[in-house]
């Protein structure tokens, strides 16, 4: 039976965002269309989506590929929105920066223009990041949707990460001009550091980085922000089913510095051998901007989980899995 509420899309299926917006698709009556990399020696085990309830009725599996465009297009015919999630994440930037945001740009333009010629698109939803707002020379204690990174002070700095960064930025600029200029509905989620549980076998990056100090890693990003992955999918559904939504969100809800994880994992999981206080002096020192999810709150949308739950599913989750 075809979804109550239409079909839709999902690009990076396999992916740890991208598969627990599956799931909460299915569940609230949709259809769903995912695409995934080619896999000619079918080594990928893709249970973990085709074993969802209600997949065997309402999930189909298209393959698709961000250096060509062109691939999406079955994949989108006939759906009535996409969530477009698939993206190139390399932070030990093997690849140019150049090539990497080139490939996100067209790519992206790739998908809106099938969206276009589908006629049957009614909105998408472009996941860009907190990264394509967090880095600008402005003395705030808090951003919102009207900040952008800059991208000249990216390029300069080579920091990690930054290619990341800077293709975010630049697709997501792409992405809402393409829908002013051709008149087509795009939106843009702009998630922190998605913290919380996952179906995917693979671990998700971000999780292993925001729990770096259990895993006993020492190259810390905190002080980050973070918000829950069930958040995350509610956020999607709640833009692409509102009445009119315009532009940009960000999605987050929680600053986590080291002081706080530190706190957390020594008082709620104390297996785990972290550092002392005193010894992460300079992280302690360190400052971010605070991200602000006023706009998606103002439009009726309400977070459920804290930084307790993201980060005690996170760790039962990797546990589970034999990461942890």
Same mark, same amino acid.
């Given at each position: 039976?075809? !979804?109550?509420? !239409?079909?839709?899309?999902?690009?990076?299926?396999?992916?740890?965002?991208?598969?627990?917006?599956?799931?909460?698709?299915?569940?609230?009556?949709?259809?769903?269309?995912?695409?995934?990399?080619?896999?000619?020696?079918? +080594?990928?085990?893709?249970?973990?989506?085709?074993?969802?309830?209600?997949?065997?009725?309402?999930?189909?599996?298209?393959?698709?590929?961000?250096?060509?465009?062109?691939?999406?297009?079955?994949?989108?015919?006939?759906?009535?929105?996409?969530?477009?999630?698939?993206?190139?994440?390399?932070?030990?930037?093997?690849?140019?920066?150049?090539?990497?945001?080139?490939?996100?740009?067209?790519?992206?333009? !790739?998908?809106?223009?099938?969206?276009?010629?589908?006629?049957? /698109?009614? +909105? /998408?939803?472009?996941?860009?990041?907190?990264?394509?707002?967090?880095?600008?020379?402005? @003395?705030?204690?808090?951003?919102?949707?009207?900040?952008?990174?800059?991208?000249?002070?990216?390029?300069?700095?080579?920091? /990690?990460?930054?290619?990341?960064?800077?293709?975010?930025?630049?697709?997501?600029?792409?992405?809402?001009?393409?829908?002013?200029?051709?008149?087509?509905?795009?939106?843009?989620?702009?998630?922190?550091?998605?913290?919380?549980?996952?179906?995917?076998? =693979?671990?998700?990056?971000?999780?292993?980085?925001?729990?770096?100090?259990?895993?006993?890693?020492?190259?810390?990003?905190?002080?980050?922000?973070?918000?829950?992955?069930?958040?995350?999918?509610?956020?999607?559904?709640?833009?692409?089913?509102?009445?009119?939504?315009?532009?940009?969100?960000?999605?987050?809800?929680? @600053? /986590?510095?080291?002081?706080?994880?530190?706190?957390?994992?020594?008082?709620?999981?104390?297996?785990?051998?972290?550092?002392?206080?005193?010894?992460?002096?300079?992280?302690?020192? +360190?400052?971010?901007?605070?991200?602000?999810?006023? =706009?998606?709150?103002?439009? !009726?949308?309400?977070?459920?989980?804290?930084?307790?739950?993201?980060?005690?599913?996170?760790?039962?989750?990797?546990?589970?899995?034999?990461?942890?």
């Amino acid at each position: 039976m075809e !979804g109550t509420k !239409g079909r839709v899309c999902v690009t990076g299926g396999t992916g740890h965002i991208a598969s627990w917006l599956i799931m909460r698709l299915l569940e609230n009556g949709y259809a769903v269309n995912t695409t995934i990399r080619s896999d000619p020696e079918n +080594r990928k085990d893709l249970g973990f989506l085709t074993s969802l309830p209600g997949a065997s009725q309402n999930l189909q599996i298209f393959k698709a590929d961000l250096s060509n465009p062109e691939t999406f297009s079955a994949a989108i015919e006939g759906c009535i929105g996409v969530f477009h999630i698939a993206a190139t994440i390399d932070f030990e930037e093997k690849e140019p920066e150049e090539i990497v945001t080139k490939r996100s740009v067209d790519a992206t333009l !790739g998908i809106l223009k099938a969206c276009l010629n589908s006629k049957t /698109v009614k +909105r /998408v939803i472009y996941t860009s990041s907190s990264s394509a707002i967090a880095y600008h020379f402005k @003395d705030v204690e808090v951003v919102d949707e009207s900040f952008w990174s800059d991208v000249d002070f990216l390029r300069a700095r080579k920091r /990690v990460g930054g290619s990341y960064a800077i293709s975010k930025t630049l697709t997501e600029k792409a992405a809402l001009e393409f829908g002013e200029q051709n008149d087509i509905d795009v939106v843009t989620l702009l998630p922190s550091y998605v913290v919380g549980p996952f179906i995917c076998p =693979k671990l998700a990056g971000s999780v292993h980085l925001a729990l770096a100090m259990a895993f006993g890693e020492k190259n810390y990003r905190y002080p980050l922000q973070a918000v829950h992955i069930d958040d995350v999918a509610r956020a999607y559904i709640f833009l692409f089913e509102h009445s009119n939504p315009k532009g940009r969100y960000i999605c987050s809800t929680e @600053d /986590v510095t080291v002081e706080r994880i530190y706190k957390f994992l020594t008082e709620k999981h104390p297996q785990f051998e972290v550092p002392t206080l005193d010894s992460l002096k300079e992280i302690k020192a +360190r400052k971010i901007h605070s991200l602000s999810s006023k =706009k998606l709150l103002d439009a !009726g949308f309400d977070f459920k989980y804290g930084f307790d739950e993201m980060f005690n599913e996170a760790i039962q989750c990797c546990k589970e899995k034999g990461y942890l």
